[in-house]
């Protein structure tokens, strides 16, 4: 998810969004929970420790969009490049914003889903479980339609616009800076993500737990892999 830029609201934005789940938890519905086999941790929320995405601030700035690996580039026709973003392409990003330090987990999705469906909306549904479990695994099985939803309404509560990444801003902040094929170097190495043949143990097996390997330059997490 990304919030755009708003250098005025970082001052409120900490006790609004505290305020605005305290509000949501007042009067909680724990037989309402049971009905609704909800999994989100009730110890969590009954803390007021309620899970939403912490953004990462990502600075302005230009870069060539496109793969950068040549021996993944060297595998295609000439002709068939061009679908992997080759020859690569300028981009500007002309303003700073804020995006989730880590992909969104089930703790957050399901805590969106729980108050959705306690304000009525019978249509906000959990998503299914992927291998691996919930908690703070990264949410599967959400389409585009719910995540555009989701993200609208983390707007709505930390009191900005916030949205899905454009392809450019994404590869932007995925590359963190960064001119190599992946955002840590040219070569896989070991333990830089959870992807085939990359050292972790849950490689193609199942996702990992978000944030378990290290951040690139924006503080951003599993930008590649997972």
Known sequence: ???????????????????????????????????????????????????????????????????????FRNKYRESDRRFWGAPLTPVAISQPFRMSVHEVTYDEYDYYVWLQRRSGNSDAI???????????RPV?????????????????????????????????????KTETAYWWGDEIGSNNANCRDCGDKSDGTQSSRVGSFKSNRFGLYDTQGN
């Open 1 to 71: 998810a990304r919030a755009d830029y708003n250098p005025m609201s970082g001052m409120t934005q900490s006790n609004a969004i505290r305020r605005a789940l305290v509000d949501n938890l007042v009067g909680q519905d724990f037989a309402l929970l049971a009905r609704l086999q909800n999994p989100i941790n009730q110890e969590t929320v009954s803390l007021g420790n309620a899970p939403v995405p912490t953004m990462a601030e990502v600075a302005a700035g230009s870069f060539e969009m496109g793969e950068r690996d040549q021996k």
């Open 126 to 136: 959990f998503p299914t479980t992927a291998k691996g479990g919930r908690g703070t």
């Open 140 to 176: 599967v099985n959400v389409n585009w339609k719910e995540a555009t939803l989701y993200a609208a309404w983390l707007g709505k509560l930390r009191g900005e616009v916030c949205r899905l990444p454009t392809e450019a801003e994404w590869e932007y902040a995925a590359r963190g």
